[in-house]
């Protein structure tokens, strides 16, 4: 049973066939289709909060909008605020304060990160960020951390757009509720390009994440699948 005190969080990546996320050098990080790109914007449409890291948003230049006055519409007639929450993940709080996302202050931008992060780090993005919870030593503790977001912030449903470090954090704390992942007829290769579960990882078959598939659909080439927890 789903622990009230957290938010449903749904984890949503697009992959190459072989299950890459970007190129190895990172020059390429978005290659899906604008249907693709329609789906983004229509799971955004249900969640209060988008999470996303900091690197990540950082690469793509993202600013987690709601995708224009259609999908406006459609947060609203969900029962939403226009915009959603924006809550970036960094370790050490190492995100410029000159990023894009902070040019645009359309919605509160919130930052999850650990006690270790310098605190001339947390000095700098001060002013740039609406609430800051620091919360674990090594790694973030995100389900302290998500708790908070249930709790302070009334998010009730996260989407997390990754990066790969990002989600297998959330894999091994067990708190991805439901994956959609768009399979996209490309090959990236590289032993180094990023799949959309890096970092730690699972050394042992029985540790992993279980989930199971409940839907998929082919559309623009591509196949649009959804996987629940176990």
Request: hydrophobic residues 40%; contains cysteine.
């Amino acid at each position: 049973m789903k622990n009230d005190k957290l938010p449903f969080v749904l984890v949503n990546m697009a992959m190459t066939a072989d299950g890459k996320i970007a190129t190895a050098n990172r020059a390429v990080h978005s290659f899906g289709s604008a249907r693709d790109q329609r789906h983004l914007y229509e799971l955004r449409a249900t969640a209060d909060a988008v999470l996303c890291g900091a690197r990540t948003v950082e690469i793509s230049a993202a600013t987690l909008g709601n995708g224009g006055e259609r999908f406006r519409r459609r947060r609203l007639e969900n029962g939403l605020a226009e915009y959603p929450v924006r809550v970036l993940a960094s370790g050490r709080a190492s995100l410029a304060p000159t990023a894009k996302i902070f040019q645009h202050r359309f919605s509160p931008i919130l930052l999850l990160t650990t006690t270790r992060a310098p605190q001339n780090n947390l000095a700098r993005l001060s002013q740039q960020v609406d609430g800051t919870k620091s919360t674990g030593a090594e790694e973030i503790d995100f389900a302290s951390a998500l708790a908070w977001l249930r709790q302070k912030w009334n998010v009730k449903r996260l989407l997390c757009e990754g990066g790969g470090e990002l989600n297998d954090a959330l894999f091994r704390a067990s708190l991805v509720d439901e994956i959609h992942l768009t399979i996209c007829p490309k090959i990236f290769g590289g032993r180094t390009a990023p799949t959309i579960a890096d970092g730690v990882g699972c050394p042992r078959l029985a540790g992993a994440a279980k989930f199971q598939l409940t839907s998929f659909q082919r559309r623009s080439g591509e196949l649009f699948t959804v996987f629940s927890r176990a």
